[in-house]
């Protein structure tokens, strides 16, 4: 029998619900892409992305307001500004790259032309997926949710 | 110098955005959680996260529609309908446990109640983050980002 009231609360203490306040929205993440990718300037996000100049002024100052971008003088002209991801943005990492392997597989039609390596050896990075301390990649059949008390 | 054109070229075929399309809606996302953690029926999915019937309709249909659930009849009782998660939407675990991680990390107040633990060890599963083929942590400053054809 499934204790729903469990169920309620531990979906009211979820995370998960919290990120995407911030950062579940469309033209968010695509921006944070693009950040990723080393855009700063507003003409950048705009010409590339496509994005209205009003949706995409008005995400920006969202993702400034969530500390996931700074603003700051561009040190080439000080009258323009430069957004920067802060270190909260950077830790945003993991969630774009699962959503990039899972788009890649399920939804798109074949791998994008970007590859994450490891610097020094030159290889792609290994798939995201649940591991064990080791580092020992964990099948579905493999886990198990338990409650936090029971560890 | 930045190539907008490139940059361009790339969104234009990045998995993210299409995989946005498909997940990236508050609700739709927090009806996978339920389902990752054992909600089949509307009555559970509604009364656990508070969401009004007609939306939860809506985001069901488009989540069946996109094969990241399937309907099946309820085996217990033949009149109702039971939502599964399909193998496309099993495989966004890795997505939602990046999105909770940094969700638990810069967001809400601490972690949340359930963990996935390997269940052969009992041992919660290690973050989720980038790794080397041999599944070792690398830094922000040990990744790059390299053309695909320059593999």
Redesign the interface.
């Known amino acids: 029998m ?1 204790d ?1 009231e469990r ?5 009211r ?10 950062v ?3 033209w968010s ?2 921006i944070l ?2 950040a990723f ?3 700063h300037h507003f003409e ?1 996000f705009q ?4 994005i209205a100049r009003n949706i995409l002024s008005n995400r920006l100052a969202r993702l400034v307001e969530n500390e996931i971008l700074r603003r700051e003088p561009d040190p080439a002209d000080r009258r323009r500004v430069a957004y920067h991801l802060t270190d ?1 943005g ?19 039609s074949g ?16 798939s ?11 099948s ?10 029971e ?1």
Do not use: Y
């Open positions: 499934l729903l169920h309620r609360e531990m979906l203490n979820c995370s998960i619900a919290a990120a995407l306040e911030t579940g929205e469309r993440f695509l892409r693009g990718n080393g855009l950048e010409s590339t992305l496509g909260k950077l830790d945003l990492l993991p969630v774009l790259l699962s959503l990039r392997e899972w788009g890649e597989r399920w939804v798109s791998p994008s032309g970007q590859v994450l390596v490891d610097r020094a050896t030159r290889r792609p990075i290994a995201m997926q649940p591991r064990d301390a080791d580092g020992h990649p964990l579905r059949g493999q886990l198990e949710w338990v409650d936090r008390s560890l």
